[in-house]
C-alpha cells in the first residue's frame, strides 16, 4: 500500500508543475521567458548533478580504500540519480524537488530520512535484525514462556518415585 501512495504522489508531481506554469508563471513572464526559465534551471540543475556526482564518487573511493563501507555516499549517490532524473523532466516544480536533491544541504535530512524510513527497515526485513543491531536476544520472542498445561510438567514434590 505504500508504493502505491509513492507512485501515486511521483504522478501529481508533472501535473502540479504544468499547473504552475500555466497559471502562475507563464501569464506574469510570457513564453519565451518561461521556456528560457525551465532550460536555465534544467542546465544549471545537470552541472550540479555532474560536480556532485563526482565529489561523491571520489568519497566512495576514499572510504572504500581506507575498508570502510561508504553508507552515506551510495545514499547520495542514489538521491543524485534521482535529482538528475528531476532536473531533466521540464518543470519548475520538478526542477525545485532536483535542486533539494543535488545541494548537500538540503540532501543530508533527505539522506537522513531515507536511511531512517526506507533504508533501515528493508536491511532489518532481509537479515532478522542482525545487520543493524535489533536482534531479540532474550527468550522467545513468539512464544509465551509461562503458557504450559498442568499436565505437560510435573513439578514438585513426590513427583520422584522413590527406589
Do not use: C
Amino acid at each position: 500500500m505504500g508504493m502505491l501512495r509513492i507512485v501515486g504522489l511521483l504522478l501529481l508531481i508533472p501535473l502540479f508543475d504544468v499547473l504552475v506554469l500555466l497559471v502562475g508563471v507563464l501569464p506574469n513572464l510570457g513564453l519565451p521567458a518561461t521556456v528560457a526559465l525551465v532550460v536555465l534551471t534544467g542546465l544549471v540543475g545537470l552541472l550540479l548533478v555532474r560536480a556532485e556526482g563526482r565529489h561523491t564518487a571520489r568519497r566512495i573511493q576514499r572510504k572504500l580504500a581506507r575498508g570502510s563501507l561508504p553508507e552515506d555516499e551510495l545514499i547520495d549517490g542514489a538521491l543524485l540519480v534521482a535529482a538528475g532524473a528531476f532536473l531533466l523532466t521540464p518543470g519548475l516544480v520538478t526542477d525545485l524537488l532536483g535542486f533539494v536533491l543535488v545541494l548537500p544541504p538540503t540532501r543530508y535530512p533527505v539522506r537522513v530520512a531515507v536511511r531512517r524510513w526506507v533504508v533501515r527497515p528493508y536491511v532489518d526485513a532481509k537479515t532478522g535484525g542482525f545487520a543493524t543491531g535489533q536482534v531479540y536476544t532474550r527468550g522467545f520472542p513468539d512464544e509465551d514462556p509461562y503458557d504450559l498445561d498442568d499436565d505437560e510438567y510435573e513439578m514438585g514434590r513426590g513427583s520422584r518415585s522413590d527406589n
